[in-house]
């Protein structure tokens, strides 16, 4: 059973994927399949977000990194080889 602090700790990465002040994500982006259209999602929400900080290469970037690294040994490896595959994908549609 997990501690208090991990509960606390998952419902803070779910709020930040759900509610992140950067980027309106399209629902269950982080569950598809493809990496390309994972990349171009979130591609197309870093551009029409006018609340991001950075460049929207770069919010796109920080919040596909965010999900790898809040998942941790958690996420599948078939799951973490199509999320690194978007960060490929990613760079490519943002020309990098």
């Known amino acids: 059973m997990a501690t208090k602090s ?3 700790d998952d419902r803070w990465s779910q709020d930040v994927t759900e509610h992140s ?34 460049t929207p290469y770069q919010s796109a970037m ?20 199509t999320l690194e595959q978007a960060k490929d994908e990613l760079r490519a549609v943002f020309g990098r």
Request: charged share 40%; glycine share 4%; aromatic share 8%.
């Open 6 to 8: 991990e509960h606390d």
């Open 62 to 81: 920080s919040m596909l990194t965010f999900y790898l690294n809040r998942a941790g040994s958690t996420l599948p490896e078939e799951r973490r080889r």
């Open 21 to 54: 002040d950067a980027l309106d994500l399209e629902e269950d982006v982080f569950t598809w399949d493809d990496p390309a259209r994972i990349a171009r999602s979130l591609q197309r929400s870093a551009e029409a977000s006018d609340r991001r900080e950075g």
